[in-house]
């Protein structure tokens, strides 16, 4: 049996990155026969340019997907603010799911997605950054079948993000930043050797819950509402009791009474923030047109009426909602 086909590249990297990045687009091909796509950890707020300067590099072209966009060799895709990227059969999603290790968007995220749609056709690799956002999805993209790369920490500017996908995944490479693209373009081509080996070597891995005997009765995925500690359910003379670990104890209808309460009071939160946005914005743009400056006038003035609107949308389902 053949080497499996390996079209499908997933880069990940925070501080540090983007130098490691260049280096490896710049040495891939035009016509190399393979997608990649690319998510560096960005503010909310930041605006990038990577696709741009990822294009410049020549050989593939710098792409900036939308919602639904299909995937296609001779592209690299990168990641937006505010919007994890991920894979969803062919296509590409964006998407405001929660953050996931404070990051959106967040390297695992996307190297999960792929492996999940792809498998053995991926090959992941993680750049320099701090903390261990990818770790675990390099370890996922292994154990599909696919191949791991980590650049060296003594390569890496900050050495935490691959050390901790070392640690975690046991990836097939460790390279310097200036032989990570010269192993991808023989890895998709065919030429390098493989021996694949599934990180999990064929086991699944499985952790009891942490503090799951910490209290009487079993551990749920709820939270206390008074401590926001975890919650145990236990029954007591055959009705159910809901406890935190420090004693905080509710029945069935108590507990969601107070769930309700608690949510209708973040609700109310939401249309005071968005209020608060509108009017900031109002004042903003105000201010802004008072000293000729057209072009900020107009963005507060959009952010104001998107703000007020949001808020508006908000109150109205909060007045109309159903008793539950």
Not at 54 to 69: E, K, Q, T, V, Y
Not at 276 to 295: C, I, N, P, T, W
């Amino acid at each position: 049996m053949g080497s499996p086909s390996r079209d499908i590249v997933v880069i990940g990297g925070s501080a540090g990155a983007l130098d490691p990045l260049k280096q490896i687009i710049a040495s891939l091909p035009a016509d190399l026969p393979v997608a990649v796509i690319v998510v560096l950890h960005l503010g909310a707020t930041s605006r990038s340019s990577l696709a741009t300067i990822l294009d410049r590099l020549g050989g593939l072209a710098g792409a900036i997907p939308r919602d639904g966009d299909p995937i296609k060799q001779g592209f690299v895709y990168v990641g937006v603010p505010d919007h994890h990227l991920e894979v969803a059969g062919d296509t590409l999603r964006l998407t405001k799911s929660p953050k996931v290790n404070g990051a959106r968007p967040a390297i695992d995220v996307l190297f999960r997605s792929a492996a999940a749609a792809f498998g053995q056709r991926v090959i992941g690799v993680i750049l320099s950054g701090g903390l261990d956002d990818g770790a675990a999805g390099l370890a996922v993209v292994q154990a599909a079948g696919g191949i791991g790369i980590a650049q060296s920490p003594d390569d890496a500017l900050v050495e935490s993000m691959p050390k901790n996908a070392i640690l975690a995944a046991h990836p097939k490479h460790v390279l310097r930043a200036d032989e990570i693209g010269e192993m991808i373009i023989q890895t998709v081509r065919g030429s390098a050797v493989e021996e694949v080996v599934p990180s999990s070597n064929g086991e699944e891995f499985e952790m009891e819950a942490v503090g799951a005997h910490d209290a009487p009765g079993q551990l749920t995925g709820l939270t206390c509402p008074d401590c926001h500690g975890s919650i145990w359910i236990e029954k007591e003379g055959g009705e159910a009791t809901f406890r935190c670990r420090i004693g905080h104890s509710y029945s069935p209808e108590s507990f969601f009474e107070i769930q309700a309460e608690n949510v209708e009071n973040a609700l109310w939160a939401g249309v005071r923030s968005l209020e608060e946005q509108a009017a900031l914005a109002d004042v903003m743009a105000s201010r802004a047109l008072k000293q000729g400056d057209k072009q900020v006038h107009e963005r507060f003035q959009r952010r104001h009426q998107i703000a007020g609107a949001n808020a508006d949308t908000l109150r109205q389902l909060l007045l109309e909602r159903s008793d539950p």
